[in-house]
C-alpha cells in the first residue's frame, strides 16, 4: 500500500514538473522577481516597439502636464496604443502635443506641420508650430 502511494506522488510530481517547464514556469517565475513592474512592462509592450509603453512612460514622466498626450501608433494593424495606461479622466486631451510610435521617415510626413520635442529610434514626441 504505501509503495503504490509513493509511486503515485512520484508521478504526479514528475508529471507537475513536465508540465512547469513546458509552460516555462521556473523562468517566468524568476523573471517575475528579478524584474520590478516597469522593466517587465518594457519587455512586454516595448520601449519604443510594439506598442511603445517605455518612451509613452518616459514622456509621461519627464513632461508632467495638465493635460492628456494623444498616442498614435503608426502600426495600427500590428499593435495597439497605450495611450490608456496614462489616460487620467481628470485631465483633457492636448490639441498641441502628440505621442508617435512605429514611425518611419515615410509616415512622419503626415507631421511636418508639427515641431519635434523628442526622438528616440521610431518614436517621437511632438508639439504643433506656431506660424
Not at 508521478?11 to 517566468?28: A, K, P, R, V
Not at 522593466?39 to 514622456?59: A, H, N, P, Q, V
Not at 498641441?96 to 509616415?107: A, S
Not at 503626415?110 to 523628442?118: D, M, V
Amino acid at each position: 500500500m504505501s509503495k503504490n502511494i509513493n509511486s503515485k506522488i512520484l508521478y504526479l510530481i514528475i508529471i507537475l514538473l513536465f508540465i512547469s517547464s513546458t509552460f516555462g514556469f521556473f523562468f517566468n517565475s524568476y523573471k517575475l522577481i528579478k524584474n520590478d513592474y516597469s522593466t517587465r512592462m518594457i519587455l512586454t509592450y516595448g520601449d519604443c516597439s510594439k506598442e511603445g509603453y517605455g518612451f509613452t512612460k518616459f514622456i509621461n514622466d519627464k513632461y508632467k502636464s495638465d493635460f492628456n498626450y494623444l498616442v498614435i501608433n503608426g502600426r495600427p494593424d500590428d499593435f495597439t496604443t497605450t495611450q490608456d495606461l496614462f489616460y487620467n479622466k481628470n485631465k483633457a486631451f492636448s490639441d498641441q502635443f502628440k505621442i508617435l510610435i512605429n514611425y518611419d521617415n515615410e509616415l512622419l510626413k503626415n507631421f511636418e506641420s508639427f515641431e519635434i520635442i523628442e526622438k528616440k529610434e521610431n518614436c517621437y514626441f511632438i508639439k504643433v508650430l506656431n506660424d
